[in-house]
């Protein structure tokens, strides 16, 4: 069975940083692809960053890109994304979604987490 | 990457079809075989309904069906029940290996 566990969220004052972290299980870790997909309070789903199975090719919304970082440890079945220069726009629940295939253009999310809240204010 | 367009809201009763669109442009949904659907209910984790289009998943219902005409794609769902309340949401393809999801569409079931 496929699992995907978030972890890391919390409250973080505006220009803070803050990393997430996906625990996967049930499945080849490094076979497939990976992303992050967030959902304002009261708003719909917004996808964020993907990465390739290999941890070879990184690809980032407009909105996050320069600030966050994602990566992921083959090793650990573990995906992360690095929150940097957070502002009040990036409070939202953070999901982690496992890819169809192993590159960043196969289709996102046939299963995902049960997300984590992040919430950035003073 | 400006979200795909989906109705707010959508209604209908036990038994009766309904079907909601999501809109794009030439560079997302007019270009690409590449539009999931995902159902949401709140506090949990979205489920995955179709992909490329009209393609379902293992286990998910044939009640459920998507489409797809130039810029605008729509799942259908057929038969209502109680249970398909829930958020519905698109998502497509929009090149350099990024997506773009819908605003999103709340289905009330009567």
């Known amino acids: 069975e496929v699992q995907l566990v978030e972890s890391g969220g919390g409250l973080v004052q505006p220009g803070g940083s803050l990393r997430l972290s996906c625990a996967a299980s049930?499945?080849?870790?490094?076979?497939?692809?990976m992303s992050w997909v967030r959902q304002a309070p009261g708003k719909g789903l917004e996808w964020v960053s993907g990465i390739s199975g290999s941890g070879g090719s990184t690809f980032y919304a407009d909105r996050v890109k320069g600030r966050f970082t994602i990566s992921r440890d083959n090793s650990k079945n573990t995906l992360y994304l690095q929150m940097n220069s957070l502002r009040a726009e990036d409070t939202a629940v953070y999901y982690c979604a496992k890819a169809r295939g192993g590159i960043v253009g196969s289709t996102p999310g046939d299963y995902w987490g049960q997300g984590t809240l992040v919430t950035v204010s003073s | 990457q400006s979200a795909l367009t989906q109705p707010a809201s959508v209604s209908g009763s036990p038994g009766q079809s309904i079907t909601i669109s999501c809109t794009g442009t030439?560079?997302?949904?007019?270009?690409?075989?590449?539009v999931s659907w995902y159902q949401h209910h709140p506090g949990k984790a979205p489920k995955f309904m179709i992909y490329?289009?009209?393609e379902r998943p293992s286990g998910v219902s044939n009640r459920f069906s998507g489409s797809k005409s130039g810029n605008t794609a729509s799942l259908t769902i057929s038969g209502l029940q109680a249970e398909d309340e829930a958020d519905y949401y698109c998502c497509s393809y929009a090149g350099r290996s990024t997506w773009v999801f819908g605003g999103g569409t709340k289905l009330t079931v009567l």
């Open positions: 030439s560079s997302d949904v007019g270009s690409y075989n590449l």
């Open positions: 049930g499945f080849t870790f490094n076979n497939y692809a």
């Open positions: 490329e289009g009209t």
